[in-house]
């Protein structure tokens, strides 16, 4: 079994920060990439950003210049720093790792942006 555990989500003023963790463990054999979706409400789950074993990088175009994604290989943790938090940001928030065989998500954890 693999378990992803979820942090950092909340409440926050326009223009303020967040940081998104994500932890795996269990019997993962190997990860390629992790990342983070979104969905906002009455929306699509969408890519926020993915970050490959590799280090290479991919961020939707509404968050680039102000979303930082990081991994620690060694933890299997993935990190999402948000800055210049915009109200349209406000979305549940889910992790999402890609392992050799198999895709896991998150429960997902709530980001609200208040204008």
């Given amino acids: 079994q693999v378990h992803l555990v979820e942090s950092g989500g909340g409440l926050v003023q326009a223009g303020g920060s967040l940081r998104l ?14 990342g983070w979706y979104r969905r906002a409400p009455g929306k699509q789950l969408e890519l926020v950003s993915v970050i490959t074993s590799a280090g290479g990088t991919n961020y939707a175009d509404s968050v ?5 994604i990081s991994r620690d290989n060694a933890k299997n943790t993935v990190y999402l ?4 938090l915009k109200p349209e940001d406000t979305a549940v928030y889910y992790c999402n790792v890609v392992g050799s065989l198999t895709t896991y998500w998150g429960q997902g954890t709530q980001v609200t942006v208040s204008s």
């Fill in 81 to 84: 720093q948000m800055n210049s």
């Fill in 64 to 68: 680039k210049g102000r979303f930082t």
């Fill in 21 to 34: 963790s994500c932890a795996a463990s269990g019997s993962i054999f190997s990860i390629n990439s992790m």
